[in-house]
């Protein structure tokens, strides 16, 4: 049980870039594509690193930042929209791809996630994976736990949403240049 806490902990620590862009994000009115997708995001990390754990080894860390083009591009895009429509057009011209850009953008910041993952899948013994499998779910389940909580409490102030709203480009954005810039805790 204490491994099951010990990947929980990790998982999370790792996830924090995640917390916050979906506090920016869901707090400015996106809580409809934000939430399936961190849920999609996440499954994806986990039983991608779940399949790949046992090739760990032969996964080239260091071209996982090149992941970090996603966010930016799509924080681009937020800012292109943000200047070409009104404000009162805004809450009513969400794309409906929104589900796949919230999708994108949880997947490329779980990078160092799903690394760390798939090494602990390949490092345990296979008798150790449920509790590894039990240590993500309940991570995923904090992490949205505290992610719908706190936007939950900032959204109730009009005022912080609409910051949140003008914010969230730009969390995209450092984000991705974040991932783009394949820090130490992108690789293993």
Not at 125 to 154: E, W
Request: aromatic share 10%.
């Amino acid at each position: 049980m204490l491994f099951a806490l010990s990947v929980a902990l990790a998982y999370i620590l790792t996830n924090i870039d995640g917390l916050f862009a979906f506090l920016a994000l869901s707090s400015s009115g996106r809580q409809r594509a934000i939430l399936p997708g961190f849920l999609v995001a996440h499954a994806v990390v986990i039983a991608g690193s779940l399949l790949l754990g046992a090739g760990a080894n032969f996964l080239a860390p260091e071209t996982l930042g090149y992941l970090g083009i996603v966010p930016i591009v799509l924080g681009l895009w937020e800012l292109w929209k943000q200047r070409q429509t009104s404000a009162l057009d805004r809450t009513s011209s969400r794309s409906a791809n929104s589900l796949v850009g919230a999708t994108a953008i949880f997947l490329a910041l779980s990078t160092d996630t799903f690394v760390l993952l798939a090494a602990i899948f390949a490092d345990s013994r296979q008798d150790m994976d449920h509790f590894a499998l039990l240590g993500a779910f309940v991570a995923v389940a904090f992490l949205l736990f505290m992610g719908s909580t706190l936007s939950r409490g900032l959204s109730k102030n009009q005022g912080i949403g609409r910051f949140f709203e003008r914010l969230s480009p730009f969390v995209m954005i450092a984000a991705g240049i974040y991932i783009l810039l394949d820090t130490t805790t992108d690789i293993l």
